[in-house]
């Protein structure tokens, strides 16, 4: 596959350098097109799209309160159709604390109704744009502002795919920006299901992980092949595993991010283990959808 050259998102945005949510969104809108509407919740890209007057992302942008993404982008669908105009895309694009904290509420009940939009969640798994406060997608062992060392994150990271699939929804995938093409052909394939479709990015923060900023690949790619961030989807109940990782060792990832400077091998293998028990239920759930 090749990834298409047109350019929607706009240079000059205000991201930080590596930053991977703003690479996560060029590939998107190379997917979806430029008939497309994105709903911004208060999060990094709220500042990424630019100063007031500015719209970086080169298609229409709405903000909204932190909680409400996934109930504006469906009111704004709903409105959409109402004038005949259906086949423009509707898309919620929030962090992970405003997804799967703040915003959960609307995202499950934009889910339970099967509104007809896709809901991004580009997780950095913290709230990177306050400070780097602690969140629910914050692994075991990483410090935050709100969990510094020795109190380092105790509680394991809460399980989007699974909550979202839950509602049987039709469309829901992982992605991460060091596989590109796998990150178009999700969006691509999610535009093609009427109802509601989730797309859960891995997104890097060099500062929020304290990483250098030429490492935002180097990571992504050592979230999935250690296992920590599987690909895979889920189309109307039936799993498919996108690529199996090679289980490298779980220390070649948490050394290259200095939020894991502190973390006891306790916690390292509480990681290991909740690692080991996601993929054995990802590997049983794939067999029974065949």
């Known amino acids: 596959m090749k990834i298409p050259q047109r350019e929607i998102l706009k240079p000059n945005h205000l991201a930080c350098p590596g930053c991977a949510a703003a690479l996560a969104m060029r590939l998107a809108l190379k997917a979806l ?3 497309t509407v994105i709903v911004i919740p208060a999060c990094c890209w709220t500042i990424i799209n630019g100063t007031w007057g ?3 992302a080169g298609v229409p942008v709405f903000h909204a309160p932190f909680a ?4 504006v982008a469906a009111g704004i669908k709903a409105s959409l159709d109402k004038q005949g105009k259906s086949d423009t895309i509707v898309m919620g694009w929030a962090g992970d604390g405003g997804t799967f904290d703040i915003g959960l509420q609307a995202l499950s009940g934009a889910a339970e109704r099967n509104d007809d939009i896709i809901y991004v969640c580009y997780d950095n798994e913290a709230y990177m744009n306050t400070g780097i406060q602690r969140s629910s997608a914050t692994p075991v062992g990483a410090e935050t502002t709100t969990t510094p060392a020795p109190t380092v994150k105790q509680r394991p990271k809460k399980d989007l795919m699974e909550i979202v699939a839950s509602h049987f929804v039709p469309y ?5 920006v060091a596989y590109p093409t796998d990150l178009i052909k999700k969006f691509e394939r999610a535009k093609s299901f009427k109802g509601f479709k989730l797309i859960h990015i891995f997104s890097p923060c060099p500062p929020g992980h304290k990483f250098p900023e030429n490492k935002s690949i180097e990571v992504s790619k050592l979230a999935v092949e250690t296992g920590v961030f599987p690909l895979y ?4 109940g039936k799993y498919k595993i996108n690529k199996k990782p090679k289980f490298r060792p779980l220390e070649d990832y ?7 400077k502190n973390i006891t091998q306790k916690e390292i293998d509480e990681l290991k283990e909740l690692i080991k028990v996601r993929w054995e239920r990802i590997n049983e759930r794939t067999q029974g959808s065949l």
């Open 254 to 260: 948490l050394s290259l991010q200095g939020r894991f």
């Open 33 to 35: 097109g430029s008939n």
């Open 68 to 71: 409400t993404t996934a109930a």
């Open 54 to 56: 500015n719209n970086y």
């Open 172 to 176: 829901v995938a992982s992605a991460t």
């Open 233 to 236: 989807e889920i189309e109307y």
